[in-house]
Nanobody, 114 residues
Framework: QVRLVESGGGLVQPGGSLRLSCAAS????????MSWYRQAPGKERELVAR????????NYADSVKGRFTISRDNAKNTMYLQMSSLKPEDTAVYYC???????WGQGTQVSVSS
């Protein structure tokens, strides 16, 4: 049974940092590229970052380049999203996604507000 469980969300002030985690189970994590998406209220879900399974190459949305870092630890079956210099417009539910499996986690709320 495939499972993706996000954690690490919360309320943070502008300029602050958070690290999200995505714990994967039920499939061979190291064989699959993974992604982070987010969805703000009233907006469509959008790709934040993705990481390959082979060479760990990464891609980022322009809006988060230089502020967010995606990474993975295949030994721990876990993907991360380090978020820095957070802005109010980063407020959203963040989702872990396994594209090839077409599977989503339940999401974790990130709120950036003073």
């Amino acid at each position: 049974q495939v499972r993706l469980v996000e954690s690490g969300g919360g309320l943070v002030q502008p300029g602050g940092s958070l690290r999200l985690s995505c714990a994967a189970s039920g499939f061979t994590f190291s064989n699959y590229a993974m992604s982070w998406y987010r969805q703000a209220p009233g907006k469509e879900r959008e790709l934040v970052a993705r990481i390959s399974n082979r060479d760990f190459s990464t891609n980022y949305a322009d809006s988060v380049k230089g502020r967010f870092t995606i990474s993975r630890d295949n030994a721990k079956n876990t993907m991360y999203l380090q978020m820095s210099s957070l802005k109010p417009e980063d407020t959203a539910v963040y989702y872990c996604h396994a594209p090839t499996l077409r599977f989503w986690g339940q999401g974790t709320q990130v709120s950036v507000s003073s």
